[in-house]
């Protein structure tokens, strides 16, 4: 799994306890992969989690290890616009994207950004304001 834009690490770490799968946790911002790296080792995951300091997916480490089955983005709409190309590109086949933390009024630029590349919409809600979109690759 890969978690971009991972924050405190509360996805990546949940994702990984739940699925009992490893994620790879990316942040622009040192200080959240220095927090999300702690977290993880106090939720007992570390050795599911691994955190990488680095904008966007283009890392050669994020790359090396896909393709991924699950993508998930907490991240507003500009930034994943920019991401669309190649995150469709490490997604596995049938594999799944998650958008969160979008305004409800950007989400079809979201989906239309995503569709382009070949991720298809499977589901779609708002909760508290927020819009999450679930897309799936085809084989
Ligand atoms: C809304 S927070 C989400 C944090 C966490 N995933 C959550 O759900 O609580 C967005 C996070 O994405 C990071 N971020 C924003 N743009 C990014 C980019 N282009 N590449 C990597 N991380 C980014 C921010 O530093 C921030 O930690």
Redesign the pocket.
Known sequence: ML??????????IAAARYLHRRVIA????KV?VRVAIENARLNRIAPLFRAIH????RANAIRRAAPYGLIF????LP?LK??ARPMARLVAPHGRVIL??LLPEHANAAIAAYRAQGLILERRFVLDGWATLTLRRGA
Do not use: E, K
């Open positions: 978690d971009v834009g991972t924050g405190t690490g509360v996805l990546a990316t942040d622009v911002d959240a680095t904008p966007g997916i983005a907490n991240i507003l930034p920019l991401m969160s933390g």
